[in-house]
């Protein structure tokens, strides 16, 4: 059972350049959100999906755009990556929108430079 | 949601217990209160989660009292192991706002265990 898969892992952007990251979860969820992790900063929210076909920003959606491309699947997006996206980005679902019991991927670690 | 406040570095010897507390004074009726765990280079995991009293896992204890208004996560006899960011959270698991509630954290605590 894998739960919530991440990729990539790793990845080194150069300014400018576009990236999609990518999200799949098994576990039949009707919700998906992307956070952002920065030191000292906590989690923040970048935009959610909270069941297929739709889409909603959270506290920091700007220089990101997202797609629900089915159930299983959230992909986000860095169309123009700039230095202040470098940060870990985290997928997670969940049964519902709003379910404080989420469940999130390993991770990737993005680094624009 | 409602905002909590926590604090935001804990240190402990191993082998002691540990109680980490969260305020959360404008807690909803339908609100429940969940505990996550967050461990260097890994996503945030689901520990506990209750809505008044005490619960208990294999993992940790979650303390409630009558008024809600504040939650205290308590760590029995911890390790090194146990070294993690905790995270507080208060929402409504979604019953009760249509589904669209943001699931939002803030800083956490970030407890060091010391040998």
């Known amino acids: 059972n894998a739960g919530v898969t991440q990729t990539p892992k790793f990845q080194v952007l150069k300014t400018g350049q576009s990236m999609t990251l990518q999200c799949a979860q098994d576990m039949n969820h009707n919700s998906m959100y992307w956070y952002r992790q920065d030191p000292g900063m906590g989690l923040r929210l970048i935009y959610y999906?909270?069941?297929?076909?739709?889409?909603d920003k959270g506290e920091v959606p700007n220089g990101y755009n997202v797609s629900r491309l089915n159930k299983r699947e959230f992909s986000l997006r860095l169309e123009s990556a700039a230095p202040s996206q470098t940060s870990v980005y985290f997928c997670?679902?969940?049964?519902?929108?709003?379910?404080?019991?989420?469940?999130f991927g390993q991770g990737t670690r993005l680094t624009v430079v | 949601l409602a905002k909590t406040t926590q604090p935001i570095s804990m240190d402990s010897y191993e082998g002691q217990e540990v109680n980490i507390t969260c305020s959360h004074n404008n807690i909803a009726t339908n609100d429940y209160i969940t505990w996550y765990q967050q461990f260097p280079s890994q996503g945030p995991r689901f520990i506990i989660q209750g809505y008044k009293t005490k619960v208990t896992n294999e993992v940790a204890s979650l303390f409630i009292p009558a008024d809600r208004k504040s939650s205290t996560l308590s760590l029995p006899r911890v390790s090194l192991s146990d070294t993690a960011v905790y995270y507080c959270l208060v929402g409504d698991k979604g019953l009760n706002s249509g589904g669209y509630q943001k699931v939002t954290f803030g800083i956490g605590t970030k407890l060091q265990v010391i040998p």
């Open positions: 999906s909270a069941s297929e076909g739709t889409t």
């Open positions: 997670a679902s969940s049964t519902r929108g709003g379910d404080t019991e989420a469940f």
